[in-house]
């Protein structure tokens, strides 16, 4: 009998060994933003932002994993006390990716001496700030260590932008060896540099040794169109129409302009010029093809258009996209949920939307 209790034992433990050790693979993904990152909601609002129902739609809708940001300041108090409800919140998510088999990619998205568009970045220049970044990781370690391997990776950072690429290389490598100390064969993100761009990925060192380390990019080409009219950019007051595949800008319109919007959204390469699938290709094909150099799989991590886009135009970019990163088996993860990217809007599905980003 002893030795059966035994044989029984080390049956399980063999299992739950092996399910821990299955790899961590994604495929069709989606951003889960405005919720734990980049938000003043706190309390209620805060809850009912995202909900088991929610991630029980996006596992029915067909995607595999969630991307899902947060930020330093929700997550921790000023002296890197775990916030407990900002956590609570992230569990109770984990535990709906579990219920629904969705895996989950935990992104620290900004931190107090980070944010992608600020001019002042105490990360690359102080090291006060870098052993802050790394305390943050060993901290969230200690609360996330105990999912397996296979349902959760974590991305080291969002968007990192020096001017130095090796200053980049050197905080991630050393915050990556922070968390190996803790997790050897947890699944680790890391992104290129500016703004994880396709073209700085060859720019990146990472250990080539470690077989558990994907590379992210982002993808928001052409930004003229994908961000047509965004607030938050200078091309806030665009005055004309913005087209996807072929000349952003059309012949007529560009003529009507006034010469000072001429010359601000003048004809240039890479910018307003002639977009269609292979340009887009050639652009994403650079991150796929260095990331390979580096012996690793390519990760888009975000991509997308904004809602004011034409919508024809919009859905053509997207299967474009989609088509790419299948051909060179690339995982993604659209930008966003429920934001201006969304494949919410208004409270309302876009059905269209969802069936290109899910291959149906």
């Known amino acids: 009998m002893k030795k059966i209790f035994l044989l029984f034992i080390m049956t399980v433990t063999t299992m739950l060994c092996t399910c821990n050790a299955k790899s961590f693979t994604i495929h069709r993904g989606i951003n889960i933003s405005h919720w734990l990152s980049q938000s003043d909601s706190r309390g209620e609002e805060r809850i009912k932002w995202f909900t088991r129902d929610d991630v029980k739609f996006l596992a029915e809708s067909g995607f595999d994993h969630l991307r899902i940001p947060i930020d330093e300041e929700q997550m921790f108090n000023e002296d890197l006390t775990p916030d407990s409800e900002a956590f609570g919140l992230l ?29 002042d970045k105490p990360l690359f220049t102080e090291k006060k700030a870098q052993e802050r970044f790394y305390e943050c990781w060993r901290k969230i370690s200690a609360e996330l260590a105990k999912y397996p391997r296979s349902m959760v990776a974590y991305e080291l950072m969002n968007e990192p932008v020096a001017d130095d690429p090796e200053v980049w290389n050197t905080i991630v490598n050393h915050c990556l060896a922070v968390v190996r100390e803790l997790e050897p064969k947890r699944t680790i993100i890391i992104g290129s540099n500016r703004w994880q761009s396709f073209d700085t990925v060859k720019q990146l060192r990472v250990p080539k040794d470690d077989k558990n380390i994907i590379i992210s990019f982002h993808f928001y080409n052409p930004f003229m169109f ?58 994403i094909k650079q991150a796929f093809d260095a990331a390979t150099q580096l012996g690793k799989k390519a990760y888009l991590g975000e ?23 299948e051909k060179y088996g690339i995982g993604y993860a659209n930008w966003d949920y429920k934001g201006g990217f969304g494949i919410i809007r208004n409270n309302e599905k876009q059905q269209q939307m969802i069936d290109v980003l899910t291959g149906k």
């Open 91 to 119: 569990h109770k998510a984990l535990g709906w990716c579990k219920e629904f088999d969705l895996r989950a990619v935990v992104d620290l998205h900004i931190i107090r001496t980070h944010h992608f568009n600020a001019q």
């Open 226 to 283: 994908t961000h047509y009219r965004a607030s938050w950019t200078d091309m806030k007051d665009i005055p004309c129409t913005i087209h996807y595949p072929g000349n952003l800008i059309s012949d007529n319109d560009f003529e009507a302009m006034e010469q000072s919007m001429k010359n601000r959204y003048g004809y240039a390469a890479g910018k307003n010029g002639y977009n269609d699938i292979n340009t887009l290709e050639n652009q």
């Open 303 to 325: 991509f997308g258009v904004i809602h004011g886009a034409p919508e024809k135009d919009r859905i053509q970019w997207y299967k474009d996209i989609v088509s790419i990163c």
